[in-house]
Every structure is written in structure tokens, then in C-alpha cells.
């Protein structure tokens, strides 16, 4: 299993404006995150991604409260073998000050099961995005002024777990501050068999 920062993705939650955005201020919330989520993409995966589009049919708007807007959206880039690779990204837009609070960026990569013979994981009840969401949370109630929060879709292995349950774990990397360094992470969390429920969640620096 791969070690290396090679990662899709960041978290973080955000607010907005009470009242509804007027098309210039969706235009511009829109514009500025999409931008912010390039910059990331190329951050985290350097030459390996190229000719970054934003599928406008997927993006949403959702007003919070106070002054900023949430924006959530689909992608795609160009890895470094020319493959196109789909993503998912969030954004945090301040109609205020027109900056972008944080993102959300990750790989719509798959799931491998770790090697065993006898176990077959059932994937239909494992979410890499409640999991991934789920500790982005966690990082963020620890480090209340986290920049980024990045997933790596190529690291995420099932194991077993305890109870039947199946354990999705992945190494991932966290920017504690805006202007600090990226600290790598791992981390897992526990599904229920059948009903897919997320029942553990933990997240090691």
C-alpha cells in the first residue's frame, strides 16, 4: 500500500449568507471555490493533474448562516497517464470578504479489500464518503482552524473487523492552520454489516 501524499481531498464545514444569493453573489461564490478547489488539486497532486473541469450541473449553492455560502460539486482532471479522474470537492465562500473558508476535495476513487482469501467484504454497505466526512469532522472539532483535509482514494483498504463489521482505512493529510505545513494522517472507521451503518470513526496523526 502506497504511503505517498497522493491525495484527492479536504474538508470543511461552512456557513452563509441568511438570506438567498443573488445570481451575481452565486457567480461569484461559485467561481472563487471552484478556483480555490484547482489550486488545491494541483497542490496536492503536482504534475499529476492537468485540465481541471467543473461539471455546473452537479454544483450546489446552500446559503448558511451569517455570510457565507456552501458549495459542493463534481469534476474532473487529467492524471499523469492521461486517465480522466472524477472528484467530489465543498467550499466554504465569504460574500464578505470573498474568501474560500476550506475544501472538500476527493477522489471518487474505489475500494480494495486487503489480501485474504476466505473474507469477502460486503461494499455495498461501506460509504468512503460518510467515513472520509466523518473524519473530516473529527480533525476539524480537534484542530478548530484546519486549511485542508485531504483523502487518498488509492490508499483506502477493507479489512475485518470485530461483530462481522467491515473496517475502511486510508491514509490521508491535514493542514492543522491555513499556512502550515500538511501533516500526514490514517485513518479508519467501522461499517455494520447489512444496514451499512457508521458505528466507529478515528483519525491518527
Not at 473530516?136 to 463489521?165: E, N
Amino acid at each position: 500500500m502506497k504511503t505517498t501524499l497522493l491525495f484527492p481531498a479536504i474538508a470543511l464545514v461552512c456557513s452563509s449568507v441568511a438570506h438567498a444569493a443573488t445570481p451575481a453573489d452565486a457567480a461569484k461564490a461559485a467561481e472563487s471555490c471552484e478556483a480555490a478547489v484547482t489550486e488545491t488539486i494541483k497542490e496536492m497532486r503536482g504534475r499529476d493533474a492537468s485540465d481541471v473541469q467543473f461539471q455546473k450541473d452537479k454544483r450546489m449553492l446552500s446559503p448558511t448562516t451569517g455570510e457565507e455560502t456552501d458549495v459542493k460539486g463534481a469534476g474532473r482532471y487529467r492524471n499523469s497517464v492521461g486517465a480522466s479522474a472524477p472528484f467530489t470537492y465543498g467550499c466554504a465562500y465569504n460574500s464578505k470578504t470573498g474568501a474560500t473558508s476550506g475544501i472538500v476535495f476527493r477522489d471518487a476513487g474505489g475500494l480494495r479489500a486487503s489480501e485474504g482469501k476466505e473474507w469477502q467484504p460486503d461494499l455495498m454497505s461501506v460509504s468512503p464518503e460518510a467515513c472520509e466526512t466523518a473524519v473530516a469532522a473529527t480533525l476539524k472539532s480537534k484542530h478548530p482552524r484546519v486549511g485542508r483535509i485531504a483523502f487518498g482514494s488509492d490508499s483506502r483498504q477493507l479489512r475485518p473487523a470485530p461483530g462481522g463489521r467491515a473496517s475502511l482505512e486510508g491514509i490521508g493529510a491535514v493542514q492543522r492552520a491555513p499556512g502550515m505545513n500538511l501533516v500526514q494522517f490514517n485513518y479508519r472507521c467501522e461499517f455494520e454489516p447489512g444496514n451499512g451503518k457508521l458505528v466507529a470513526v478515528q483519525a491518527f496523526e
